[in-house]
């Protein structure tokens, strides 16, 4: 056990997101860590469960939360010795408050950021519980493979459709990168609760591959990320949900869609290493 005087003497922030500043409804995001006198960059980390937030405010945009997390890292590193209140105050938006600095003891600054999610950000055991489900699981499920590939903070987030078919177009794919003359998307598509979300993306493919041929000048690989069959019941036991289940699939397909599973997803995010050069 490291005693007291071995402690790393810190301070940290709070981050937290407020729907609503009037009536100060917020919840923690995340953590800023920095060792006192040391010289060295600030760390920060936010919260991968955003279902929190999603209670708090459904329209939040958790995809800017998630850059906004990229972009202090960045500056943190770039100006390690800079005015911690400025580099806050030019990354957060309107929505997101950081609280005063408190002091900390920590062991290392891995272990008392570990420490400090779990305290303050983190669901208590109760709410971890609650298994994610539809196109929430296979979004983590996404960010956790790519994120262990190293990759994450390279991708491309909630690509706007419009800016390759009209105006209007609600669409945002998850997540894409170009590693050369192809553009890669991937988007979280869940058949638990039906086939709407496989026959919009459906839908919106041929606009969407014509716009980015259009606009890039490259050839998009379109992919849709799914369940496997077992995870949402489709198995000859229960014959309606396979059978919906195949006609998702074979809708995505025929409109020129690559459909994987979240089982898949490992392969997908070492390829994306490779071609990222990572």
């Known amino acids: 056990m490291t005693s007291g005087s071995d402690r790393r003497r810190c301070e940290f922030q709070l981050l937290r997101y407020v729907a609503d500043a009037?009536?100060?409804e917020y919840v923690h995001i995340g953590v800023i860590l920095r060792e006192q006198g040391s010289g060295e960059p600030a760390e920060v980390r936010f919260t991968r469960d955003w279902r929190r937030v999603r209670c708090l405010d459904p329209e939040a945009d958790t995809a800017v939360l998630e850059g906004m997390e990229s972009e202090l890292r960045r500056r943190f590193q770039e100006e390690p010795q800079g005015k911690l209140m400025r580099l806050l105050d030019e990354s957060l938006s309107l929505s997101v408050q950081m609280t005063e600095p408190k002091a900390y003891l920590a062991e290392s600054l891995p272990a008392g950021m570990d420490e400090l999610m779990r305290l303050y950000v983190e669901p208590p055991p109760r709410e971890r519980t609650a298994r994610l489900s539809g196109r929430a699981a296979i979004q983590a499920k996404m960010r956790t493979e790519f994120e262990r590939a190293g990759v994450w903070e390279?991708?491309?987030k909630r690509i706007a459709a419009s800016a390759y078919t009209r105006p209007g177009d609600p669409l945002r794919i998850d997540v894409g990168y170009r590693p050369n003359g192809t553009i890669r998307m991937f988007h979280?598509?869940?058949?638990?609760?039906?086939v709407e979300m496989a026959k919009v993306l459906a839908f919106s493919a041929a606009s969407l591959m014509a716009g980015v041929e259009r606009v890039e000048k490259a050839q998009l690989e379109l992919t849709a990320v799914i369940e496997p069959a077992a995870r949402v019941g489709a198995t000859d036991e229960e014959p309606e949900r396979l059978a919906m289940y195949r006609f998702g699939v074979e809708t995505m397909e025929e409109h020129r869609i690559r459909v994987l599973t979240t089982s898949d997803l490992g392969r997908v995010a070492e390829t994306a290493r490779r071609e990222l050069r990572v």
């Open 188 to 194: 979280a598509v869940s058949l638990e609760p039906g």
């Open 22 to 24: 009037v009536r100060n």
């Open 154 to 156: 390279l991708l491309r």
